[in-house]
């Protein structure tokens, strides 16, 4: 069903989308102001619309931010570069948008189409094609499913704007991409994946940004009860496309190891447990991918590890990551449709470099107790 | 007066481009065979029109390559890039071109927009931006009197193209670019400086595709007359906006340095005198960019450094250059338009970090005798 978006759900949806951001995905502050700024200037709620009830040729071009989230988080992002790429792609394209999308879940990524939608008086499309937040473009169920990224759009913050066009070749597209980012300062504005409401009934994760609400919403709802907001959490994902939730370690970090190479945030983070003696490492590029609790993988990229602040289960970023800090580390299940053979052939444990295969965090890993 | 280009004039032409070309603007070879092959494959001359003659609303869109000279010689490019790279700016303009252009003189840069020519049925206009070759974009008269490079078209080995919108600010489209072209695997295929006939009568250094092929001719006639080419180069010379040739140095190549750093060729080349004493050294970032003879200056940016070789005086372009080579080298005074402070600004010396200011090769160096 279609709801209605309005500012006083953007706390809620800004940390729910930071939690599936899996560490990357942006800033949520960041994107939350933006977008109460635009609502509130334009004077507008938006309209999310239910992927199932698209009609099938509705045209939808998805819009984000791009950049390693280290540069992102010291630029104030002008609020006119998501909807400068959305026009430059209509403009190569010669055809308008009904709608727009997210491509990825996570703080900033989630925000940039309702930034887009309120500025533009546009819908927005209840779904992404990530179901979490991954590092390169190509890492889309839309492109596993069929869809190709290209033509793309991007725009830099002084206005500069890019069309790409490397036809089916979706990871190229990416590594060009990229490299113009590089050099538009590190961080820049896209529009890509433009499809057809049928194409996203097939290709799409399905309600991610109804999703962040109700995440978002059930840590704030348990805080507020005095209750453990993890299980508040766990609770919310009952019976979603990301039904198990486990608590991978509970501690505090103790290293960061962290670079900007080639765009992206690159890195570990190491942390001790309670008890002194088990440690947990995360190696992460701009994204966690890889949870290892004294050597043993305890959640692998696709599922999703989120690092969340110790008493209010506040989801902290991996550029936000610190020594001290006191954490809660849980595994989510990825939905099925991100476990495919060929969605593992995209964004499975291979493509980070990773040895390991994957495997259910249900099926690996007991949440700890202590 | 326009005049008709057929495949026999294609040696001389490329030779004579590749004497303005500075070292730079690639190998002449490549350049004349991919137009041989157009010209065959479409039965075809090429009509080149004066830039006097042109009419005022007439529109033109100057191709070229750009990369690093290195990387270019190491790929047989593909004849369809350049016109792919006209097509995406065409179809971004929304207007289709009349005529196409040089944006440089060069082995391959004065080819490209012939290849464009025979390939699409298109005139070709008998002028350039730069009047020798420059490695950077904003490198233009087209620009530095008042001509946006931007919006431009890149097309890469595979089919991919891009487009880059980055306003009045030409350096700005050059940065972009030049990152782009080094993901594309360090050469691009490019359409930029769209323009009108009245513009080009305003900005563009005139008949240079006349007077490369003047030059060429003049060199091969001199050596089938067993004269001296470099006096049949001086000789045709005399008269056009080029008119001083001065010889700076004859010896034999003992040094060079050659590295491909972030899409382009630096380096420096030494070269030693016949009477043993005496050492000129060229330094060159693509072009040849200063020539000092015992350390002081007898050369330098925007006058023209050639390498000829010494008996033949065909032209050595930075990337031939090889140990043991016998050379005379020559300096050529560019033309007025080329010599004003706003174009100094622009493509002066200190414009490639060199200290000595510019002083005209006319003034500052008598021809060497031995």
Not at 185 to 192: M, P, R
Not at 238 to 255: I, P, W
Not at 309 to 334: C, F, H, K, M, N
Request: hydrophobic share 40%.
């Amino acid at each position: 069903m279609s709801w209605t978006l309005s500012a006083e759900h953007l706390t809620d949806l800004a940390r729910g989308a930071a939690i599936l951001g899996t560490g990357g995905g942006g800033d949520p502050l960041i994107g939350r102001s933006l977008v109460e700024q635009a609502m509130r200037e334009h004077s507008r709620t938006v309209t999310v619309l239910d992927p199932d009830e698209l009609d099938d040729d509705i045209f939808v071009i998805p819009t984000a931010q791009m950049g390693a989230p280290t540069v992102i988080v010291e630029q104030i992002p002008r609020g006119t570069g998501p909807e400068l790429a959305l026009r430059a792609l209509e403009r190569h394209l010669g055809r308008t948008a009904d709608a727009t999308m997210p491509i990825e879940c996570g703080g900033i990524n989630s925000m940039i189409p309702l930034l887009v939608a309120a500025r533009a008086g546009l819908p927005v499309v209840d779904a992404d094609g990530m179901g979490r937040a991954f590092p390169e473009l190509q890492m889309e169920t839309f492109n596993i499913y069929g869809i190709p990224g290209s033509p793309m759009a991007l725009a830099g913050q002084n206005g500069e704007s890019a069309v790409l066009d490397t036809g089916a070749d979706t990871r190229r597209m990416e590594w060009l991409a990229r490299g113009l980012t590089v050099r538009l300062g590190g961080v820049a504005h896209i529009a890509e994946y433009a499809m057809t409401g049928e194409q996203i009934k097939r290709t799409a994760v399905p309600r991610t940004l109804s999703l962040a609400l109700a995440l978002g919403r059930s840590v704030r709802e348990a805080r507020e009860a005095h209750r453990d907001p993890v299980r508040g959490l766990a609770e919310a994902l009952t019976g979603t496309l990301y039904s198990h939730l486990r608590v991978l370690f509970r501690g505090k970090a103790v290293d960061v190891e962290r670079r900007t190479v080639e765009g992206f945030a690159r890195g570990k983070a190491r942390f001790a447990g309670k008890d002194g003696r088990s440690q947990l490492e995360l190696q992460f590029q701009n994204e966690h991918l890889v949870a290892l609790v004294d050597g043993e993988v305890r959640c692998v990229v696709p599922d999703l590890i989120c690092v969340l602040e110790a008493d209010t289960a506040e989801p902290i970023t991996t550029g936000g990551l610190r020594y001290g800090q006191r954490v809660t580390v849980v595994g989510i299940s990825a939905p099925a449709l991100m476990r495919t053979p060929q969605s593992l052939a995209v964004f499975g444990p291979a493509c980070f470099g990773l040895d390991h295969p994957f495997r259910p965090v249900e099926e690996i890993t007991s949440s700890v107790r202590t």
